[in-house]
């Protein structure tokens, strides 16, 4: 399980799903524990969390002119698994090479 794919369809099919309301300020916070965000243009959000011994994430929200969002907030997905050790140590391996691939890119 190497790949980011690879484990966001592990997490989403044996996880538990959970929704909640946020505002919009929450929301922005959560990006302070993301890991391997992506941000697509048209405002649909994913990411991992790793809740080290208690639980995996892999979260998204949909904040396009079809998602689920209001004035007051938006809608967060997430599904959790328990924690694992083997996922979570190849998530940060992910995040480490994307942080060298960015760092390579700007000539760091």
């Given amino acids: 399980?190497?790949?980011?794919?690879?484990?966001?369809?592990?997490?989403?099919?044996?996880?538990?799903?959970v929704a909640r309301w946020r505002t919009w300020e929450?929301?922005?916070?959560?990006?302070?524990?993301?890991?391997?965000?992506?941000?697509?243009?048209s405002g649909y959000h994913n990411w991992f969390v790793v809740e080290r011994s208690k639980a995996i994430w892999?979260?998204?929200?949909?904040?396009?002119?079809?998602?689920?969002?209001?004035?007051r907030g938006i809608e967060i997905t997430g599904y959790?698994?328990?924690?694992?050790?083997?996922?979570?140590?190849?998530i940060y391996e992910l995040a480490y090479e994307q942080i060298v691939d960015k760092e390579r890119i700007r000539g760091v």
């Fill in 1 to 17: 399980m190497r790949s980011r794919e690879s484990i966001q369809s592990l997490i989403k099919r044996t996880g538990e799903v």
């Fill in 26 to 41: 929450q929301a922005g916070r959560a990006n302070d524990s993301a890991l391997l965000r992506e941000s697509l243009p």
């Fill in 58 to 71: 892999w979260i998204y929200s949909d904040s396009s002119g079809g998602g689920s969002w209001s004035s």
């Fill in 80 to 90: 959790r698994i328990p924690y694992d050790e083997t996922i979570a140590q190849n």
